[in-house]
């Protein structure tokens, strides 16, 4: 590929054939073992630089992987040797409007630094995937990233109001605006949201941002079965909204008091930690509801408080589980979600799975919207369990789509979950996918092998 | 056009060529002089009659508009002289499932009819557009449909979590499903909410219910000057989601008071009326939040009460104020959306534009999210005050593109707004949006004049 062509049409450093800096960019946090180093790296500096990296690759015929912080969990970003990587980590530009409650942030700011320039204007931004420290907003918007507050407030399409996005042959074309209603012509912005730089290459997004919550109080609750936890979810669910809503298995709350020894019932099959943050009086009283459900679903032990650092202290564990897994070996994480009825099918298959092919499989799970994250646990040493474990990570996939699920709730499809989407979405959609694809990107240069 | 054929292929009575009856599939609530009475009418009763449609018309290349109820406001369900109406009017099934909280219903129930079959479960459909006891939830889907609620639950693509629809081939896909996180492939569930007909036919729609929501407190404030109420908007939604937020010009005031003789101050410039549903005692808070915020921005009057018949009748003179309006000659329906500090300007525009153009405008508007109605009153027996009318409709549009806004919030863009499209969202997407026509619907049976 003529590089030196490149080059001359990208600041000075911008493009990168270092070897030591490639190889940086081989993997993301997916850790697939397909990935290659890639054959370059533009660190694009502005929209600009984006639309002559894709004019040139379009000419050229290079394949480009589009690349926030890599925080990738399926493998959306990772690198392809004949093709260059282009990454938005320096693009890092972000303005807060308070009349509009509007934020316009360019790709490669972090979550949590959107969350801060929000909150330096009094002002909120809601999405919290459980890596919000360290990934990108431009990929979070190019996955549609969930996170726990979700349940509540909804995911990250929720809250883009417009794109500014590069297409394949280079237009850089804007969508939407700071305008929460708008529905003139087809609904482009909510396309390119999730497409998983499939389509294009976000360059700019326009946020909605909201007043912030009032403080939260917690529930924490104990079950002897996964069935009578799932129950619980379902009532309170069923009443009000919570502004949190999550499950831990037995394995993964063993994993999180081995590290943190914070006094969790080791021997409960479930745990919920569920949060209130309705304004005044109304958190206790969304409490009560939630204890009583719980108890109403056959909790071993209930406990609520509305002390922020002891709530957080529930949080935190929750947040802990993929680290305190983690410790125990390495992981594949699992992203499937099921209608919340099925969740103790899925949890029960799932253990069956494990037992079966002899993985360790803790489970975690955003319970309120159906979301599970299934750890696969394997020593990368052992070969054959590294065949089992990859093994259970396409069963549990089966499952969920036996479940009348998806194989992917919130990290994406990328290029570790493509066999298995023809399976969930059938084949008329699969067609209906690759002429939009081909429509918008038909020499196939923007993040091939991923979705279609 | 072959129409035995396509008789042969659906139910008796499906396929209608009655003059009389055909008539009434002439013209949708927007009265477009241009719509046609169409060729025929096929009467859908399952998504069977809707693919033998589309593939019949496909084959032969005859223009369909699909249509719910008729009650688009931009034209875009008016017929067309050499092409077919496909309705959905008898295709009313709905099932609640209280368990995920999901409807599944189908295109041709009311919005009011889906709402009550999920209050039958305790469960509640948010989106309320003002006609939602006369429009169709597919209707409410193809064009991505407001209502007065959104301001605080979202609009109805907020509420699809999947869709069935017959693309023009006849093919039939089932897109997302009753799970609120679901990012397995391209995000087509958003693609086709909004897509006013032109890229497929819905047949099904899966439908996310919430809680109910607690009884709403609310608030009426009346100001000098447009700019005060815009300012208390500001304010408000800077710290607070009201359950709505709407606001009335001295005009549409006047109209309501004429009608209903309820004591509302005629000489008052700009009303709001607000509400809060926040659980408990917190309703009274935000109540006081937004009385103390309206007294800051120098309101005249404000009134609280959360005696709901007292807040209903606030709520349903701004319900009241387009036949109230109506009662005085034909109005020409304007959707235009500003960012909220834009209001005072476009408000103030339009009563430039009113007197220069010598007809009178009434604006009533979601003042929340910046959508306003202004409502061009003419007599349609005056050729020159219509042409006036006309005239001012487009420089309206003008306006709101010129302060960043959108032609349409929640109409739709239809046949009437078509012209203006382009000037809102540049060459480039319209070049886009016509890409992806091009892939789903390459003979352009779809709803031809809409939108592309």
Redesign the interface.
Known sequence: MPLDELAAQLPAGALVTDPDILAGYRHDRAQDPDAAVPAALVRATCTADVQATLRWANTHRVPVVPRGAGTSLSGGSGGLAHGIVLSTEKMRAITVD????TAVAQPGLLNIEVKQAAAEH??WYPPDPSSFEICTIGGNAA??A?GLC??KY??T??YVLGLEVV?ADG?????G????????????T??F???EG??GVITEVTLRL??PPPPASTMVATFATVQAAADAV?AI?????PAMLEFMDRASIGAVEDMLRMGLDRSTEAMLIARSD?????AA??IDIMVRACREAGADDVFATDDAEEGEAFTAARRMAIPAVERTGNLLLEDV?????ALPALVGGIAELATEHDVTVAVIA?AG???THPLIVFDPADEDMTARAHLVFGKIMDLAIEL??????????GRL?KPW?PA???P??MA??Q??K???DPNAILNPGV?V
């Open positions: 308070t009349a509009t409650r009094g002002l996955t549609n969930g979700c349940v909804g995911v399409t929720d297409l237009t850089a074309v804007r969508l605006g700071p305008r929460v209603k708008d529905v003139a012509g087809l609904s482009l909510k396309l949201v999730g497409s499939t389509l909201v007043p379902v669910t069923g009443v009000l909204r309705a304004p005044g009086s109304a009283e969304e979600g099921v209608p919340i009825p955003h919207d159906g979301n009348g699920g998806t194989i992917t709730g919130e990290h994406g499809v979950k989407l969930q979405v059938g008329d959609v209906l996918t002429r939009i081909d429509a918008l979705v």
